[in-house]
């Protein structure tokens, strides 16, 4: 079992940044890859980033590349997600996720919710 803590989430103008941190406790962290999802109202939940194990690779959907960077630190169990330029479109509850292999058998936190108002 995995826990998963997000916060960092809140209201930020256009073009502002925000940082999100997910604590993980329950197991060893470096077993797992660690990803950022986001769920925008009366839309499915959709994939921002994801960070392997030792942190050498990263992904990022198309839309937040150049804007978003996704960290860990391995020796505090938190991985990060940086977020610069934000726009109206990126506003959305931010879950973190930890797998071992695909995400959807993984462990999900409760969400933070962040919010660029148009």
């Known amino acids: 079992q995995v826990q998963l803590v997000e916060s960092g989430g809140g209201l930020v103008q256009a073009g502002g940044s925000l940082r999100l941190s997910c604590a993980a406790s329950g197991r060893t962290f470096l077993d797992y890859n660690m990803g950022w999802f986001r769920q925008a109202p009366g839309k499915e939940r959709e994939f921002v980033a994801g960070?392997?194990?030792?942190?050498?690779?990263?992904d990022y959907t198309d839309s937040v590349k150049g804007r978003f960077a996704i960290s860990r630190d391995n020796a505090k169990n938190t991985v990060f997600l940086q977020m610069n330029s934000l726009k109206p479109e990126d506003t959305a509850v931010y879950y973190c996720?930890?797998?071992?292999?695909?995400?959807?058998?993984?462990?999900w936190g409760q969400g933070t919710q962040v919010t660029v108002p148009s």
């Open positions: 996720n930890a797998a071992r292999g695909s995400p959807l058998y993984g462990y």
């Open positions: 960070i392997i194990r030792r942190g050498e690779n990263t």
